[in-house]
C-alpha cells in the first residue's frame, strides 16, 4: 500500500474496485484516519480515498486496519496496478469484468513494474460516467455487452472530430486482451516512458496494435452523451429496481466523522438494512446506492440527511462547482493555499451559473484530469492567474477580484 511523504504529513492511497466502499470498509477508514493520521479523508479524481497526515510510526497499523477491511491488494507489489475506472452506476456485470480484470493484473507480477499512474477505464455506456480523463486503455461496451471497443492513450469518441476507436474485441477476450496490450506496453517502453502516451509518440499506434488480434469496424462507433449533474440528487436506478442519492463532497475532503455518518447512512437506506455501500466517483463525490426498491421518498430523505452533513446536492450549489488540489498546506509544491482560497471563493461565486472552477497551486493540475470551463493558477499566497478553458484571461487576481471577474461574465453571458 502506497504511503507518500507530503507535507502534512504521510499521504496514504486506498484503492477502491469501481470506487466501490462497504459501509464496514468505510468505518475502518473513518478508525484508520483519526488513529494513524489526521482525521483528513479526501476522494480522488480516480475515486479512490486518499488518508493525509499519516504519522511514520503508523504505517504497519494503517496497512493491517486496511488489509482486514478487504481493501489490501492480492499481492503486496500489486496495489497500484488496480486503477480500474468504472461508471458509478456500473452494473453488477460490469463490476464482475472490472474484477476479473483487476484479479488477472494483480496475479500477474509482471505488470506490476507499471507506473501508478498508468489507468485503464472499462465502460458499460452508463448514462453517469466520467468521460473527459484520459486513460492509457479504455474499453467501451458495444453490441449490447457483447463487445468492447477499445482505445488507447486517450478518451472515448464522442463526436465526428474525436479520433475513433482503435478497434474491438469480444467480452469473452477483454481480460486477456487486457493483460496482452500491458504487456505489450512493458516491451516496448523505454525506462523513461511510463505511459501509453509517451511510448506512442515514439513508435505510433499502427506499430502497437501490429501483434493484437481485434476486430476494425468500429471507426463509426462513437460513446453516447453522459450527464454529470446526475452524480447529484436522488434518482432511480432502473436496471437495479432500486434508487440512489448522490452528493459532493466539499473540496473532496471528508472527515472521519462524515465517514462514520455515511456509513449509517447507507446501512439504513440500503434495501437490506445493514448491507449498504458507498460509492465514490471521479468527481470527488459520492453516492448512496441501492436505496428499498421503487423508493423515491427514501431516496430524498437520504438526500436530506446528506445535505445535513455539509455536503453539496444541488449543481448550483458553489462545493458542487469548486475543486482545489491539496494547496500548500498540503503540497511543497503549490504558491497558494488552494483549498482555503476556495473556501473564501464559495461564497463569492455567482448564483445560478453552473460553470466549474478549479483552483490549482501549480501547473501540475492534480485535481482536475479532465477539462474545466475555469482555472485559477496560483502565482502566489492568494492570487492567481485566470483561464477560461486554456486561454488566459487575466493575471494576479485575487479571490475577490477573481469573483468579481466570473460575477461580470456571468452576467454579459
Ligand atoms: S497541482 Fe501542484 S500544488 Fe497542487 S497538489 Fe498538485 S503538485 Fe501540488
Known amino acids: 500500500m502506497r504511503i507518500v511523504p507530503a507535507r502534512d504529513g504521510g499521504l496514504a492511497r486506498l484503492r477502491l474496485v469501481g470506487g466501490e466502499l462497504s459501509a464496514h470498509a468505510a468505518r475502518a477508514v473513518a478508525h484508520a484516519a483519526r488513529t494513524c493520521g489526521s482525521g483528513v479523508i479526501e476522494v480522488t479524481n480516480r475515486a479512490n480515498l486518499q488518508l493525509r497526515g499519516i504519522r511514520d510510526d503508523a504505517h504497519a497499523t494503517l496497512v493491517e486496519i486496511a488489509c482486514d477491511a478487504g481493501l489490501g491488494p492480492a499481492a503486496a507489489s500489486g496495489d497500484d496496478i488496480r486503477n480500474v475506472m468504472l461508471s458509478p452506476l456500473a452494473s453488477e456485470r460490469t463490476r464482475a469484468l472490472a474484477a476479473r480484470i483487476v484479479e488477472a493484473l494483480q496475479a500477474d507480477a509482471a505488470l506490476h513494474a507499471l507506473s501508478p499512474k498508468f489507468a485503464l477505464q472499462l465502460d458499460g455506456g452508463e448514462r453517469l460516467a466520467m468521460l473527459g480523463h484520459p486513460h492509457d486503455l479504455w474499453l467501451a461496451a458495444i453490441d449490447d ?63 502497437f496494435l501490429d501483434a493484437l488480434n481485434f476486430d476494425t469496424d468500429v471507426t463509426h462507433w462513437r460513446r453516447a452523451p453522459a450527464d454529470a449533474s446526475l452524480r447529484l440528487g436522488a434518482h432511480e436506478e432502473p436496471q437495479r429496481a432500486t434508487w440512489y442519492a448522490g452528493a459532493q463532497t466539499p473540496l473532496g475532503r471528508l472527515d472521519a466523522a462524515t465517514l462514520d455518518a455515511l456509513a449509517d447512512l447507507a446501512d439504513s437506506f440500503a434495501a437490506r438494512h445493514g448491507d449498504g455501500r458507498l460509492v465514490m466517483t471521479p468527481w470527488q463525490s459520492v453516492l448512496l446506492p441501492g436505496i428499498g426498491a421503487h423508493n423515491a421518498r427514501a431516496a430524498r430523505e437520504a438526500l436530506q440527511r446528506l445535505r445535513a452533513l455539509g455536503l453539496a446536492t444541488d449543481p448550483h450549489d458553489p462545493f458542487a462547482r469548486l475543486i482545489a488540489c491539496a494547496g500548500s498546506a498540503g503540497c511543497a509544491k503549490s504558491r497558494a493555499d488552494t483549498k482555503a482560497d476556495a473556501h473564501r471563493l ?28 475555469v482555472t485559477l493558477l496560483a502565482r502566489a499566497p492568494g492570487h492567481y492567474d485566470l483561464y477560461r478553458g486554456e486561454r488566459i484571461v487575466a493575471c494576479n487576481l485575487t479571490i475577490e477580484e477573481a469573483a468579481e471577474r466570473l460575477a461580470r461574465s456571468h452576467a454579459d453571458a
Request: glycine share 8%; with cysteine; charged share 20%.
Open 145 to 207: 455487452g457483447a463487445r468492447y471497443a477499445f482505445g488507447l492513450a486517450g478518451t472515448m469518441p464522442r463526436s465526428a472530430a474525436d479520433a475513433p476507436a482503435s478497434g474491438a474485441i469480444a467480452r469473452g477476450d477483454v481480460v486477456a486482451f487486457v493483460t496482452t496490450v500491458l504487456r505489450r506496453f512493458l516491451a516496448l517502453a523505454t525506462p523513461e516512458e511510463h505511459r501509453m502516451r509517451d511510448l506512442l509518440a515514439r513508435v505510433g499506434v499502427a506499430h
Open 346 to 373: 464559495a461564497p463569492l461565486l455567482p448564483a445560478h451559473d453552473a460553470a466549474n472552477v478549479h483552483l490549482s497551486g501549480c501547473e501540475r493540475s492534480c485535481a482536475a484530469a479532465h477539462p474545466v470551463a
